[in-house]
């Protein structure tokens, strides 16, 4: 005996999410199987739901809803010589909760890596250009994540966007806040010490 | 910004499901986001499906699709007289995989554990008391898990069912077939020196 149509298919499609292997999926599976229906319903309404009404906005790729542009593209208060270059949409949400940016943003959807079959072509970046060149972007701050493909990422676009005579940053690499000297790597520490900045004592 | 109601509310579905965190559970939510609908909806449609199609077995409540008894419970050529009664509907798979048991069996659908709230009435031991007082049973092979929960849902199932006059027994505990005694923990090796069989050679 094995399982049933209906519960391969359900194990099946629960193992292809990513970081469930095939024992998660089959607990994963048993656990919906067990569970109250309307529970069980809801998430399967939930990924319909989703699907239908969430797509990317038309101009920064963001996650948008209800509407061809996102709700940061809509909305006119945000700076837009001020852009904020992410790989994922879940980063737009990181840089939002610090408070600290009031401009607008670009999605990569993605970082490059060749390795992975990821390259130019497969990111962004001919749409980030567009809007370099159309709108009056004065700053590209490119906040990819500071491991290998994110830098390899923020390479490229300077080479990119550099000729067109937009200013381009990169995200402050260093400690962690509330972190130890003691326990950080030296890669990080590192980098700190590259980055370190003069302590302005006030009174000059 | 945080996420939409719509996205949030396919994070915390998805963040219900066991052995998937807060973490876990956005990353599956963006993958399904950014996935080819008709891929996000055969994971909405396999869970609606199972949860429509799949029930539990009236007699042994392990999984039932499309009636009221199992497809063992309905199979003639099983045996009655053997009872193997495990924890969970995916310990039968594992045990019919061995192709070593033609009897019946009987889903608990857990194990006794006061500390979770299970406790006698949250099994399904009334059900099985009734199945060995009514079908002509003669053993019961107690296929819990050899692990502390397991072991006190044996003793449990001892105790009630002695009395009924049934033999009840259970799986050997010992050295997995292909281990290393170098590197069994002592509660196994000890186990495995407690169950000890005699050698026969055969001749005598």
Redesign the interface.
Known sequence: ????V??Q??I???G?????GPK?A?????????AP?E?????????????E??SFCDRCFN?S?GGEEC??CRDPRRESRLLCVVE???D??AV?RTQEFRGRYHVL?GAFSPIDGIGVDQLRVKELMTRVGEEDVEEVIVATNPNLEGEATAALLVKYLKPMGVRVTRLASGLPVGGDLEYADELTLGRALEGRQLLDAGDD
């Open positions: 005996m094995s399982y049933s209906t519960v298919e359900l099946d499609q629960l292809r999410l990513p970081g469930i998660s089959q607990r994963v599976a048993f656990y919906l199987l067990k229906p529970d069980a319903l809801r998430l399967s309404r939930a990924i319909a739901e989703a699907k009404k969430v996650l809803e709700a940061i994922d949409s879940q737009i949400v939002e959807q």
